[in-house]
């Protein structure tokens, strides 16, 4: 689908090609894809795409898979713990440019256990458990300087934040 980018949490790809090739493979099977813009991603996450996925690192792999999800501008973007794998320097290369593609095209919705991209990415904050929407959290209620009480519950294995 054109306008659906997604990033699974477990990244499988096919060990005996070069990211090139898959890259490539990726971009004719969805037709849309301006190969110039492919090209700017490669270069942006630093990856040499002439060497087999089988010989990549997690974090090359996921930096192929970021590319995989965004390579075609789609319009809503969906990301599950993106950063896995990836080196702190490449962390902030992705959260900066996962905010540009929010403010040119984006929609993003992605899950992470990592307070600090969340906080520095996402507008409203959902807790689902079980596929349903426990709570939900503005993030400029939680940033506004004035004092909070905060309190940590534990309901059947989670700990549940909650804000005052």
């Known amino acids: 689908m054109s306008i659906l980018g997604y990033l699974p ?7 005996y090609m070069k990211a090139i090739n898959y890259l490539k493979l990726v971009s004719d099977i969805r037709g849309n894809v301006e190969w110039t813009y492919v090209e700017k991603l490669i270069n942006y996450f630093e990856i040499n795409p002439k060497v087999k996925i089988k010989k990549m690192s997690k974090g090359m792999k996921q930096k192929v898979a970021l590319i ?10 969906i990301l599950d713990e993106p950063t896995s794998g990836l080196d702190p320097l490449m962390q902030e290369k992705f959260l900066k440019i996962i905010k540009d593609f929010r403010n040119k095209w984006y929609n993003n919705f992605f899950s992470s256990h990592i307070f600090s991209e969340v906080e520095a990415l996402a507008d409203k904050i959902a807790i689902i458990k079980s596929g349903k929407i426990i709570s939900e959290i503005v993030m400029k209620d939680v940033k506004t300087p004035y004092e909070k009480v905060y309190w940590v519950n534990k309901v059947n294995s989670y700990n549940l934040i909650f804000f005052k």
């Open 9 to 15: 949490g477990e990244n499988i790809l096919p060990d």
């Open 68 to 77: 995989t999800a965004c390579m075609h501008k789609p319009k809503i973007l």
